[in-house]
Nanobody, 114 residues
Framework: QVQLVESGGGLVQPGGSLRLSCTAS???????MEWHRQAPGKQRELVAG???????YYGDSVKGRFTISRDNAENTVYLQMNSLKPEDTAVYYC?????????WGQGTQVTVSA
């Protein structure tokens, strides 16, 4: 059974930092691993992604503030989030692009508030 387990969310003040992690188990040969987020009343959006060859890509709203990285041996993807803003508040979801299908994690809440 494939599982994606996310961790690292929480409450942080504006300007602060958080680091999210997502580990995939029960699957190998993953291609892209991505972070998406969904704020209340808004559509889910791509935050950042990294391909198996380490090529990274980012949504416009997080460029220069967030950094994605990946440990292929551990099937884990990380999202370092710096200079957080209230508009970054959302549920963050991990997505893994497998050979036959995509997999999603259960989500982790990130709240940026004073």
């Amino acid at each position: 059974q494939v599982q994606l387990v996310e961790s690292g969310g929480g409450l942080v003040q504006p300007g602060g930092s958080l680091r999210l992690s997502c580990t995939a188990s029960g699957v190998s040969g993953l291609m892209a691993m991505e972070w998406h987020r969904q704020a209340p009343g808004k559509q889910r959006e791509l935050v950042a992604g990294v391909k198996s060859g380490r090529l990274q890509y980012y949504g416009d709203s997080v460029k220069g503030r967030f950094t994605i990285s990946r440990d292929n041996a551990e099937n884990t993807v990380y999202l370092q989030m710096n200079s957080l803003k209230p508009e970054d508040t959302a549920v963050y979801y991990c997505r893994a692009n497998g050979v036959l299908r995509d997999y999603w994690g259960q989500g982790t809440q990130v709240t940026v508030s004073a």
